[in-house]
């Protein structure tokens, strides 16, 4: 995209960036690569409005459900989703911990870790 439709990426400057200084916050901005500080109420409106993005780490930038078209994705999912209740059923039926079960699970072998 180009313009003033381009999308913004935005992020906080620290984890616990959750102090505002005159009604403004302090972040990064990724295309400027510089830190300023944003209005919150403005800063919100444009999240609200789809005007920025928040990167989070490990997180997608784009959600799965503003994704409604992507089948692939839903049924990766959705797969992902049932391997993990297995496995946490397992784990309440054994009274072990979900990488045991994990492990106990998928056949590998479990190793006590000493350090």
Do not use: N
């Amino acid at each position: 995209m180009t313009g003033s439709h381009r999308r913004k990426t935005m992020r906080p400057t620290s984890r616990c960036s959750t102090h505002t200084r005159a009604g403004c916050i302090k972040v990064f901005d990724a295309e400027k690569r510089e830190d300023r500080y944003v209005d919150v109420q403005r800063l919100v409106a444009d999240l609200h409005a789809g005007k920025l993005t928040v990167l989070r780490t490990g997180k997608p930038r784009v959600s799965h459900a503003a994704q409604p078209a992507d089948t692939t994705l839903h049924e990766r999912s959705a797969s992902i989703r049932s391997v993990m209740l297995r496995i946490r059923d397992f784990r309440k039926k054994l009274g072990i911990s979900f990488l045991q079960a994990y492990r106990v699970r998928t056949g590998l072998k479990l190793t006590r870790c000493t350090g």
